[in-house]
């Protein structure tokens, strides 16, 4: 007999005051930041934390996962740190760090001010959004679904100089949605959990009007609060980063395109940006209300069963800023161990990793459980530089030339995600 289902979930702004810019080149706040908090409690309690960010470094992955711990009293072990990879906000950086990072943006004590500054905000908006998400604890039901959605395309095209990026709807590409919704028993929106494939950056590289960038949520945040406002923001919704490496939205404010001769250009559509980033986050939106329409299957009492596997994998070098090429020696320096995480909930197995793996490698994935309802999050428990497929590899492709793994990674990655669920749901 399975225990029956407590759901909460809030949400908390992240408040930027007057010190925390110019910051990493940000000077103008277009739209909010937000960090979400979705508690589930049945056979076990987990809490997934969603942050606003396009990675953090791991003093403050482990400070958020301890507020969270602290703030809902559910074991820091069960609490997932997810990133929508969304480009409109600073980096925090580490404090005494090296790099380019840190001895870039950290290099007078007014930079460190600013950036103690951002991390104190991301830790109050932290726990803000958990303790609401306590307080909103209470009976639920849950159900899942899954649909399509054709914003999202292949950034790898073909140039004299080799593979490089940009737009390219012939390239495979992955354009499922799947759906997690927690409801009240009487019918009461409580939540979303949705995952898609795409790098949430429509409105990057567009000037503000100082010359700075904007700061942003960009396209996650444009569907979750589309998605709150249809409820009159009484639900929560919370993005998860598909496979991000290869997939990013069709239409962005600023990209590169070849001209008649086969060279590379940038271009720039200024202000016309927010207007591609409003349709596309409504698009996106529109198609979790319909999956979510479609749902009638709904348990009050569902089976869960959460778990990690580590994996091995080969490292190598990253030589400076990537340029298209056709040729590349890939040389391994070592290893490391990474961590793949598991959350079955009823047929519906979500997957959590680190790196950004391409569509490729998540389709495999969930081919192996054609049966259930699958979705594959990247950037969840700390973010990671592109893990693409072999053949990416052997393509030179740009994920190939931003990773800092060896090939065959994603393959093992792969392996360890599908025998981590058969290991669960055995």
């Not at 737009?167 to 927690?182: A, G, K, Q, W, Y």
């Not at 086969?262 to 591609?276: C, M, R």
């Not at 299957?297 to 190598?316: E, H, R, V, W, Y």
């Not at 979500?350 to 998540?362: A, D, H, K, M, R």
């Amino acid at each position: 007999m399975h225990k029956s289902l407590l759901a909460g979930a809030g949400k908390a702004e992240i408040i930027f005051n007057e010190t925390c810019f110019p910051t990493s080149g940000f000077t103008k706040i277009h739209d909010p930041l937000h960090i979400r908090a979705l508690i589930l409690k049945g056979d076990l309690e987990i809490l997934i934390l969603s942050v606003e960010i396009t990675s953090l470094f791991p003093d403050v992955e482990n400070r958020l996962r301890e507020i969270a711990s602290e703030e809902s009293g559910i074991s820091i072990e069960h609490v997932w740190i997810t990133l929508t990879h969304s480009f409109g906000g600073p980096h925090m950086w580490p404090e005494g760090g090296h790099g380019p990072g840190p001895a870039m943006f950290l290099r007078t004590e007014e930079d460190r001010q600013k950036n103690t500054a951002l991390k104190q905000a991301h830790f109050e908006a932290a726990k803000k959004a958990v303790q609401r998400a306590v307080d909103n604890l209470q009976p639920a039901v849950i159900g899942r679904g899954k649909g399509q959605c054709t914003i999202n395309a292949s950034r790898n095209v073909r140039t004299d100089q080799g593979w490089w990026i940009g737009t390219n709807c012939e390239e495979p590409c992955d354009h499922s949605v799947s759906v997690l919704s927690i409801r009240t028993p009487d019918g009461k929106q409580l939540a979303f959990l949705f995952e898609y494939g795409i790098r949430s950056c429509v409105i990057t590289g567009v000037a503000a009007p100082d010359g700075g960038n904007y700061v942003s949520s960009d396209l996650a945040g444009a569907a979750c609060t589309h998605l709150e406002k249809e409820f009159g923001n009484d639900a929560t919704a919370i993005f998860l980063c598909g496979a991000c490496g290869d997939q990013e939205p069709v239409l962005k404010g600023c990209y590169d395109e070849q001209d008649a001769a086969g060279k590379l250009h940038s271009v720039s559509l200024g202000a016309g940006a927010f207007t591609l980033l409003e349709a596309q986050g409504r698009c996106l939106a529109s198609e979790v209300l319909q999956i979510n329409r479609d749902i009638k299957i709904l348990n009050d009492a569902p089976s869960m069963q959460i778990g990690k596997k580590d994996f091995i994998c080969q490292t190598m070098p990253r030589s400076g800023r990537p340029e298209p090429t056709k040729h590349k020696e890939f040389i391994s320096d070592g290893e490391r161990t990474l961590s793949v995480h598991a959350l079955c909930i009823d047929d519906f197995n979500l997957i959590g990793v680190q790196p950004e793996i391409n569509g490729t490698t998540s389709v495999q994935i969930t081919e192996a459980f054609r049966e259930n309802c699958t979705a594959v999050a990247t950037m969840v428990n700390g973010g990671d530089k592109c893990m693409p497929e072999k053949e990416a590899y052997d393509q030179c492709k740009y994920q190939s030339l931003n990773s800092n793994v060896m090939p065959g990674s994603a393959e093992l990655l792969r392996d360890t995600a599908i025998e981590l669920i058969r290991d669960l749901r055995a």
